[in-house]
């Protein structure tokens, strides 16, 4: 059904249900605007009245706590402050401004009205778009942000007649509060990448950070939770606020005040979206979920928190599971980032709503009663598809936080772009939805463009950046980290000294011709020179991180040797590794690649994120494509001089007698296109990788 007709009648299934506020339709504009001035010289002579007391007490606005007169430090993140905004704007009592007193109002306006107000000047941006216009243009440029150790590509709509002025926020003052003593006990006070990034989400734009050192995730989860309860706190203050304005009018208007009625007729009070929830936070596995809601209650305002015990139980590890990680001799065997993402409870399909109100905080409440969603994507996907395809939970969305994405990337990326195509969308519902009180950019099938996402990564990837080019269209603009990798910095210098490098470049038109392309590669020229040569021809290791490439070389490797001619064509023996491979299969798989009764191992690079063990043997790697995750470019070639001690299980079958391993008689082949750039880059460094790509040799060879 078209959007528009679909809206339509949830508007008039909602208008004619009994208890509805019914508003006046038939008022013209001229009315409307005369009404407006005649309570405005009302409320002007009754608080004339008074001059005394209104110049000794200060107006509503000054309760505000953030420091309009310098947004500039406030952007910087030098400044840290709360702010308490009364949204008098929609008051009764509201004067008619002069044209000065408008400008001046608003340069004092914070990013949560600048963005999410009715008449905001975000809002009236995107009313004069065409109907046709579903995607926005961009201009982009490079800055930097104080704490973050990188440069940043900020990107703004490319709009006519678009308010340029960069709107400040900060976090709502007791939601503030919370997060001060948070961090007055781990910090002393907040850090610089504190500051940093609230100010930074406090203007609402979207923001990717592809480059977030693990030492420091916790700072970004805990700005993140403060940030995601300082939006839900404005948004509920504003509701409550406007809740009582209109009972002050129905008391009025029982008592047959004219005066009264007229003013109900010219409030238009929009606060709302079609449902209540207005945070969607996607994680991997429970374990992040655990922490998560951790400092989102923290950050609650709420002294209660209901299923406490019930979330602890199904969020921990089960009753009677041991955590291998959590053993020292064990975690040491493994990379920092293995044992940060998987100790604990590693479930990846679990969802999860809580509710906030002025003294509990709710959890497993029910979608449609939830402020915040925290889920995987495979949970909601599953949860959605149960519910035969009812998404319109999602429908109210106006901020998405992904965490982890790198980790997610490795589960079924579809999962993610399942969950964000359903984001925003006309519902197919009405909900007890009160129509009068919808914001008009929800009735347009706009609130796409106002929603913020937040996407952080340990590292960038294709797929990311594809996400945050072509799906965000935040009319507040959008940031980017941006990394230069030096060569000293890069993982080619990582490796041991003196192993030979050699990356063979084949040229692709278009993306969608490029697997082919380099399936055609491979098979007639990389797998000929590694056939070839005595040393390549066995023992070795060829990692492919698409699973779908996995399974195309493993048919072409299994029916060549089916057809194979003795003497005639190379013998290509092999094994594989991959993510779904039993512990049966990964054993006889390892000791037939570590005897030499099978010239070739396959391995995923999924294979190798999940379980991160370590292989002997291998003398030739060959990356089918560069890793995602380019620090496994140096963990893999890392494998030719493991030793027996080095396994992660302390005994093995592998009588072979030890021996270390020259250097010089290690090889890496990297097959590359220039599609490759963003993974290239952090392999041989962001100048080098820019010549390979743009050069016209094809073939670079280091040591």
């Known amino acids: 059904m078209d959007p528009t007709l679909k809206l339509l009648t949830l508007i008039n299934v909602s208008a004619a249900r009994p208890g509805k506020r019914q508003r006046s339709s038939n008022l013209t504009h001229y009315d409307k605007i005369t009404r407006k001035a005649v309570a405005a010289q009302q409320a002007t002579a009754s608080t004339s009245k ?20 310098s947004p500039a430090k406030a952007r910087d993140g030098t400044e840290l402050v709360g702010e308490d905004s009364d949204d ?14 408008k400008s001046q109002k608003q340069k004092q306006q914070t990013a949560f009205d600048a963005h999410f107000g009715s008449d905001g000047p975000h809002a009236q941006a995107i009313t004069k778009l065409p109907e046709s216009v579903t995607s926005l243009t961009w201009s982009t440029s490079k800055s930097t942000l104080p704490a973050l150790p990188t440069q940043i590509a900020v990107s703004t709509p490319s709009l006519s007649d678009f308010d340029t002025q960069q709107y400040t926020g900060q976090p709502q003052v007791k939601v503030l509060e919370a997060f001060n003593a948070f961090t007055a006990k781990k910090f002393s006070s907040p850090t610089p990448l504190h500051k940093a990034l609230a100010t930074t989400l406090g203007s609402y734009a979207d923001f990717c950070d592809a480059n977030v050192a693990l030492r420091d995730r916790p ?28 009972a002050k009018l129905a008391s009025s208007s029982s008592t047959n005040d004219s005066s009264a009625n007229n003013a109900a007729d010219d409030l238009d009070l929009r606060d709302q979206g079609f449902t209540r929830p207005k945070v969607l936070i996607l994680l991997p596995f429970r374990n992040s979920a655990l922490e998560w809601v ?48 998987f100790a604990g409870n590693i479930d990846d399909s679990f969802k999860l709503g809580f509710k906030v109100t002025r003294k509990s905080l709710k959890l497993f409440s029910g979608f449609y009663d939830s402020d915040v969603i ?10 959605i598809e149960k519910d035969r395809g009812d998404s319109d939970f999602l429908s109210s969305i106006e901020m998405v936080i992904v965490d982890q994405t790198d980790v997610i990337s490795m589960q079924n990326w579809e999962h993610l772009e399942f969950v964000l195509d359903r984001l925003n969308k006309i519902p197919r519902q009405s909900r007890d939805t009160d129509f009068s009180r919808v914001k008009q950019f929800y009735l347009d099938n706009r609130a796409a463009m106002f929603r913020q996402t937040i996407l952080l990564s340990g590292n960038d990837f294709p797929q990311l950046r594809s996400l945050y080019n072509h799906s965000l269209n935040n009319v507040a603009g959008k940031v980017r980290t941006v990394v230069s990798t030096s060569e000293k910095d890069a993982e080619l210098a990582k490796v041991v000294s003196g192993v030979r490098h050699s990356f063979s470049r084949f040229e692709a038109a278009n993306p969608h011709a490029e697997p082919d392309l380099r399936f055609s590669h491979f098979t007639t020229k ?22 779908f490439d996995f399974v195309r070389l493993d048919a072409f490797l299994r029916e060549h040797n089916e057809k ?51 292989l002997r043997g291998v003398r030739t790697v060959v990356f089918y494509q560069l890793p995602m995750n380019a620090t496994f470019f140096s963990e893999v070639l890392e494998f030719p001089f493991i030793t027996k001690g080095d396994l992660t299980s302390g005994r093995g079958r592998e009588e072979a007698q030890e021996e270390e391993v020259d250097p010089n008689e290690v090889m890496s082949m990297v097959v590359y296109s220039k599609y490759d750039l963003i993974s ?5 460094g962001s100048q080098q990788a820019k010549q390979m790509v743009l050069g016209d040799k094809a073939t670079w060879k280091f040591v």
């Open 50 to 69: 008074t001059p005394a007391s209104s110049a000794s007490s200060p107006s509503k606005r000054s309760k505000t706590a953030v420091d309009v007169s």
């Open 88 to 101: 008098d704007e929609d008051d009764l009592a509201a004067t008619v401004s002069s044209s000065a007193s």
């Open 219 to 246: 700072q970004y989860r805990q700005v993140l939770a403060m940030h995601a309860m300082s939006h839900i706190a404005k948004t509920r203050r504003r509701v409550l606020k406007n809740n009582e304005k209109l």
């Open 294 to 341: 951790d400092l989102l209650t923290k950050f609650s305002l709420c002294s209660q928190v209901d299923n406490k015990s019930r979330f602890s139980k199904e969020y921990n590890l089960p009753e009677g599971a041991i955590d291998k990680l959590a053993d020292p001799s064990v975690a040491a065997k493994y990379p920092a980032d293995h044992i940060a993402n």
């Open 374 to 383: 925290v889920a995987s994507p495979l949970g909601l996907r599953l949860g």
């Open 526 to 547: 990389t797998l000929h020179q590694l056939s070839k040569s005595a040393v390549s021809s066995s023992h070795t290791l060829i990692v492919v991180p698409s699973y």
């Open 564 to 614: 194979r001619k003795p003497g005639e064509t190379a013998n290509l023996s092999y094994t594989s590794i991959s993510e779904y491979s039993t512990p049966k299969d990964i054993r006889r798989a390892r000791e037939g690649f570590f005897s030499g009764k099978k010239r070739f191992l396959l391995l995923t690079e999924r294979a190798h994120f999940y379980r991160r063990f370590k």
């Open 680 to 684: 290239l880059e952090k392999v041989v």
